[in-house]
């Protein structure tokens, strides 16, 4: 793993985007996989500012989102869809028929589960996964727990998840209970990962990820297996971790 040091939110934001564009810029038909939560939110802004200022095209892109809510529809606001379309999707010349999200109302949710594996192969792989990160470690939606081999499947929602991501949501009952993720597996064979951290509230997991040790009780742990990892976190989010650590990896 690759640690580049950020100031704060926007700046984390700010290089994030720059490699996203860089990749984009390099191959233009290149597949993205997507996250979604609070991390993003400035990555995404700063590449529509990129896009209508210097005009960098994703017509040839293709884009995979890690999860989605079961339960929850495209149109609902707090689907990952809707997320999706309403910070970045809408504001960017990418044809819509080009961005894949799990279907979180599939009737069949193992056979979805199965498409969507199906359909990562078909587009070639993703070549730059961009992940936030858990406070209990979790990628993507795998929990504490799941196994390193996992593909895409299905997850019961950890309650601290649930109440991390309420803040999302009127009341805390409206969080669903179960969401589609891709699997650690699926995650790992992404040719190229990115992934973001920002503030207080991720220091400790930020700490324990540079630890180095490899546990699947910190899902996040399995990057340190995997041979280009950028992690891009701000002074807050690296605030327990110590000037020496600091130093080996950036
Ligand atoms: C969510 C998402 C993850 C995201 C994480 C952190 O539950 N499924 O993909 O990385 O939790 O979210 P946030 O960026 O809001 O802290």
Redesign the pocket.
């Given at each position: 793993m690759k640690l580049i040091e950020a100031k704060d939110y926007q700046d984390m934001s700010r290089k994030a985007a720059d490699i996203i564009i860089d990749q984009v810029k390099k191959k233009p038909n290149s597949v993205l996989g997507l996250?979604?939560?609070?991390?993003?939110i400035g990555t995404y802004a700063a590449l529509v500012d990129d896009y209508k200022q210097n005009g960098t095209s994703y017509q040839q892109v293709k884009t995979v989102n890690?999860?989605e809510y079961i339960g929850l529809a495209p149109e609902h606001p707090n689907s990952y869809h809707y997320y999706m379309s309403d910070h970045l999707f809408n504001h960017i010349d990418i044809p819509k028929s080009q961005t894949y999200l799990p279907n979180g109302l599939a009737k069949d949710i193992e056979a979805e589960c199965q498409r969507y594996e199906n359909l990562l192969e078909q587009i070639g792989g993703i070549d730059l996964q961009l992940?936030?990160?858990?406070q209990n470690g979790?990628?993507?939606?795998n929990e504490p727990g799941t196994s390193f081999e996992s593909t895409t499947h299905v997850v019961e929602l950890a309650l601290s998840?649930r109440q991390?991501?309420s803040r999302f949501f009127n009341r805390f009952e409206e969080v669903p209970t179960h969401?589609i993720t891709m699997g650690i597996a699926t995650i790992m064979k992404s040719k190229k990962i990115l992934l973001l951290a920002s503030g207080k509230k991720?220091a400790h997991i930020i700490s324990q990820l540079f630890a180095g040790k490899v546990t699947t009780e910190i899902p996040a742990s399995i990057l340190n297996t995997h041979p280009n990892v950028i992690v891009i976190a701000d002074q807050e989010a690296l605030s327990l971790l110590s000037p020496e650590k600091r130093k080996v990896y950036t």
């Open positions: 996250a979604t939560g609070g991390t993003m890690l999860d992940l936030g990160i858990g979790h990628i993507g939606f998840t991390a991501n969401a991720k």
